[in-house]
T-cell receptor
Framework: EPEVTQTPSHQVTQMGQEVILRCVPI?????FYWYRQILGQKVEFLVSFYNNEISEKSEIFDDQFSVERPDGSNFTLKIRSTKLEDSAMYFC????????????FGNGTRLTVT | QKEVEQDPGPLSVPEGAIVSLNCTYSNSAFQYFMWYRQYSRKGPELLMY????GNKEDGRFTAQVDKSSKYISLFIRDSQPSDSATYLCASDILTGGGNKLTFGTGTQLKVEL
């Protein structure tokens, strides 16, 4: 069964550094997402992406964050200047559409900011 | 007020038991309801989704939505040790801009031999 793949599985970075988290969504899916889960807390929506542009973003997704689909298969999340509070699991997800199209999640990248 | 609430557990049951997992939600605009299973250090895995009030069955799993009381349930029949995981309910308004899911905190389930 097709799946969403994310790399790396674990990323350690120093505060203030830039990180790029990478995802390969399921190939025929059209909508792409980033969610995050701080340890012990809920999974939270960050951003949705469709037709090469952001379709919706949360309050968490400020100017430090950006997303890109640089080619036909990858979807990336960039954090420009990481903060300690950015430490979390970051999940990429994709769906074929919006209606009757549940999200399929990857296994996440655990980001640790020191 | 939290939009989707879920008892965090842990819930411990013997193998073969029927498990009932529940969520309540406050936003009347939610139209789309999902259950995900999450194993430790893994991503959420879709179990079931539904739009309407009523029951939806898939194998050992039954999802139930009562929009009038804003209550979502997942029933697991003949529970197995492999069902031990955290179960997340999620809801969505469906604005057309993509799926912006609102998750509950998750209920940790342990099925014991």
């Amino acid at each position: 069964e097709p799946e969403v793949t994310q790399t790396p599985s674990h990323q350690v970075t120093q505060m203030g550094q830039e990180v790029i988290l990478r995802c390969v969504p399921i190939s025929n899916h059209l909508y792409f997402y980033w969610y995050r889960q701080i340890l012990g807390q809920k999974v939270e929506f960050l951003v949705s992406f469709y037709n090469n542009e952001i379709s919706e973003k949360s309050e968490i997704f400020d100017d430090q964050f950006s997303v890109e689909r640089p080619d036909g298969s990858n979807f990336t999340l960039k954090i420009r200047s990481t903060k300690l509070e950015d430490s979390a699991m970051y999940f990429c997800a994709s769906s074929p559409g919006v209606y009757n199209s549940p999200l399929h999640f990857g296994n996440g990248t655990r980001l640790t900011v020191t | 007020q939290k939009e989707v609430e879920q008892d965090p557990g842990p819930l411990s049951v013997p193998e073969g038991a029927i498990v009932s997992l529940n969520c309540t939600y406050s936003n009347s605009a939610f139209q789309y309801f999902m259950w995900y299973r999450q194993y430790s250090r893994k991503g959420p895995e879709l179990l079931m989704y539904t739009y309407s009030s009523g029951n939806k069955e898939d194998g050992r799993f039954t999802a139930q939505v009562d929009k009038s009381s804003k209550y979502i349930s997942l029933f697991i029949r003949d529970s197995q040790p492999s069902d031990s995981a955290t179960y997340l309910c999620a809801s969505d308004i469906l604005t057309g801009g993509g799926n912006k899911l609102t998750f509950g905190t998750g209920t940790q389930l342990k099925v014991e031999l």
